[in-house]
């Protein structure tokens, strides 16, 4: 498998985990969102989107994380990521979506760069943009976590699974700016913790993927 990505985006971080979960091997093609590469002729051929991370699997071409989260759950079901009923694996993806589709896509690099370069904003203004929409998003995700007996070690008892996966790089997110406050979400941070004790989330960490800089 090759997974083309960038060290710092939040959603090649959730492949790259998901991937050290299931135990799969794979090769690293790095694009420098910085330097715009994932709008060069070749990758738009290989996902006209622009968008990482993009994983390739002998002849299939998957772009979009969560639905290569998926794709590896369907053809490596072991270990799982999601649990085996249905109103468990709903409430896994709800968590999933309510971090991947509900905050990231406001604070992504292309959304900040936009801010700050075409809107004219200053960077204490993104600040406030990024805290704003965190804020209302954690906000929403503690009561579910801490409120419900499924959950466990983890968002969904006491194996990682999808939730986490984007549980973890939304934390790190987060943690962009120092002002914002991590105290009101307890839950989500003993979660965050219990994953970073896993190998599988430890190697995925941004500063350790060869394209850090």
């Known amino acids: 498998m090759e997974l083309y990505g960038f060290f710092r985006s939040s959603a ?8 050290n979960l299931k135990g799969l091997a794979f090769d690293q093609v790095p694009i420098n969102l910085r330097a715009n590469e994932q709008r060069r002729g070749d990758y738009l051929k290989l996902n006209p989107m622009g968008t990482v991370p993009t994983l390739i699997d002998g002849d299939i071409v998957v772009d979009q994380s969560l ?7 369907e053809t490596h079901p072991e270990p799982p990521l999601l649990p085996k ?4 694996r709903a409430r ?5 979506m309510d971090i991947a589709c509900e905050i990231h896509p406001i604070n992504n690099l292309r959304v900040r760069r936009y801010i700050l370069h ?12 990024m805290n ?12 579910m976590l801490a409120g419900d007996p499924r959950t466990g ?20 997110n987060a943690r962009i700016y120092p002002s914002f406050d991590m105290t009101p979400y307890p839950a989500i941070r003993r979660v965050f913790d219990n994953c970073m004790k ?3 989330f430890e190697r995925a960490l941004p500063e350790r993927q060869s394209d850090a800089v």
């Open 12 to 19: 090649a971080f959730r492949t790259r985990i998901a991937l």
């Open 132 to 143: 704003h929409w965190t804020k209302l998003g954690f906000d929403g995700i503690e009561p």
């Open 118 to 129: 075409d809107l004219g904003h200053d960077e204490k203004a993104l600040e406030t943009w």
């Open 198 to 200: 896993l190998e599988a």
């Open 92 to 96: 896994v993806r709800a968590i999933a």
């Open 153 to 172: 070690k983890f968002c969904h008892g006491d194996r990682p699974g999808m939730a986490d996966i984007c549980l973890v790089p939304g934390v790190f």
């Open 85 to 88: 009923t249905p109103a468990d």
């Open 67 to 73: 639905a290569i989260i998926e794709y590896l759950e």
